[in-house]
Structure formats: C-alpha cells, structure tokens
C-alpha cells in the first residue's frame, strides 16, 4: 500500500509564506492538500491530477499553488499571503482507485490514502 509523508510545516508570521512537501512511497493518480482547524471539518484546499490539472478552495485561490514531480511522486503547496485562519493541520491525500484522467477533486471521499498531517501556524 502506497504511503504519504509530508513535511514543510511550521510557523510562520501573518503575510509570510511556507511550501509543504509531501512524499509518496508508489504510483498515485490524483493527490491532493486537505487541512483542519480545531473544531473544524477537513476541508479541501488544492489537488491535481497526473495530467496537471488543478483544483483549488476559493479561499486560497491566487495564494497558494499546488504543484506535482510525477517522477518522484512528490507533491507540493506553496503557500503564499499566508492569513491566521490559514492555521490548520495540513493532510496529503492520494488517488489510487480511480485512476487516470480523472478531474482533480477536493471531494474527501475521493482519496484512499492519507498523510499523519504537517502543522502549520500562522501568527499575528
């Protein structure tokens, strides 16, 4: 079974910027960013598909930019104009049911394998 490790996460000043990485041990198609507040649901912020597309929460569209290296199976969010309500722990997920072609989604159901999750902190 295909397994995800991110990294990247830490704190950071309002304004400021960040760039998660998260690593995957094998084949993926689509992947993608979710975070979680307390006392919040997970909710989708970014995912793109092998073929590049891409799929981004209104609320960070313009800031942040979701980014894949499909020979090393390593996904990225650079995350820039970071806000305090950006706050959250970060979860990579990945595809490897629905296979190519597919549009990228910020649907959780849509992922079957998740990341433990990179906390990020964004302070006034």
Known sequence: QVQLVESGGGTVQTGGSLTLSCAASGYTYSMAWF???????????AAINRAMRTAYADSVKGRFTISADNARNTLYLQMNSLKAEDTA?????????RGVGVMPSLRMFEYNIWGQGTQVTVSS
């Not at 975070?35 to 919040?40: D, E, I, L, S, V």
């Not at 979860?91 to 049911?97: E, F, I, K, M, R």
């Open 89 to 97: 722990m970060y979860y990579c997920a990945a595809d490897t049911d």
């Open 35 to 45: 975070r979680q507040a307390p006392g919040k649901e997970r909710e989708g912020v």
